[in-house]
């Protein structure tokens, strides 16, 4: 059994094909024509979580946040990501990138946020992009619907924007940075919208428009991890799949 072998599969269910143009999915470093025998999973692909993928002896990394987004003219390595293409190299470990494919697919990151936030009749938020789901819930309060979701995402800390003295039943939810499918939320009457990276401005025009969001952060996104790991064990028993212990999120509340 080969690292393509795996990846084979992996792209049945979520294609290449599916990507925004702009993104750079796929591998990243190294070769699929190598025996799969451990593969670490992790949201980004950070010095930390290289030094963990070589501590542990895996082959594989696959990462939802790709490691490389532009073509590179120099590769140094004394800055960080030199040194990550380096010892990727040296240790030969496959770097294996799912991005924008993985959140547009079927089944994929919105999905998955779907389904762990319990929405029914669940739809396509932007038709346009492909990406997003509305859904609806059990009418609560907005206080109660806070609690849920940073129970159910866990999360410590969120940042809201607009009214809150409301009801919700109706959830749109775009993963990463979903800012522009905001009217998309407010054209199908979404109560309230989640989705990460909101900027000052944006959120003065949420405001405007009479949306309001919960901004659940980029990192939110780390449910790709355990989703992916579940999806592939079950194909491959044979191979040793491992969830990152190194929490990526550059954020920190106090």
Request: hydrophobic share 40%.
């Amino acid at each position: 059994m080969n690292l393509v072998d795996v990846i084979r599969y992996f792209e049945t269910k979520y294609p290449k094909e599916l990507a925004y143009e702009w993104d750079n999915v796929g591998i990243q470093v190294g070769t699929l024509n190598i025996v799969a025998k451990k593969i670490l999973v992790t949201l980004d692909v950070t010095k930390e979580v290289v030094k963990e993928a070589i501590d542990k002896k895996v082959n594989m990394i696959i990462s939802h946040h790709p490691l490389l987004f532009n073509p590179l003219d120099k590769i140094i390595f004394d800055t960080p990501r030199g040194w990550i293409i380096k010892n990727l190299i040296k240790h030969n470990i496959t770097v294996y990138s799912a991005h924008t494919n993985y959140d547009t697919a079927e089944g994929g990151m919105n999905d998955e946020f779907a389904k762990i936030l319990n929405l029914e009749n669940v739809g396509l938020l932007d038709e346009v992009d492909g990406i997003g789901r509305f859904g609806y819930i059990e009418t609560v309060e907005f206080s109660k619907f806070l609690e849920i979701i940073k129970t159910k995402l866990q999360l410590d800390t969120v940042k809201v924007i607009g009214n809150t003295d409301k009801q919700i039943s109706k959830v749109g939810i775009s993963g990463g940075s979903g800012s522009k499918h905001m009217y998309q939320a407010k054209m199908r009457g979404c109560d309230v919208y989640l989705t990460g990276d909101v900027t000052y401005h944006t959120a003065l025009d949420a405001i405007s428009i009479g949306l309001t969001i919960i901004d659940i952060g980029h990192h939110a996104e780390k449910i790709f991890v355990d989703a992916i790991i579940n999806f592939l064990s079950n194909q491959f028993k044979e191979i040793e799949f491992i969830k990152s212990e190194v929490n990526t999120n550059p954020y920190k509340t106090y």
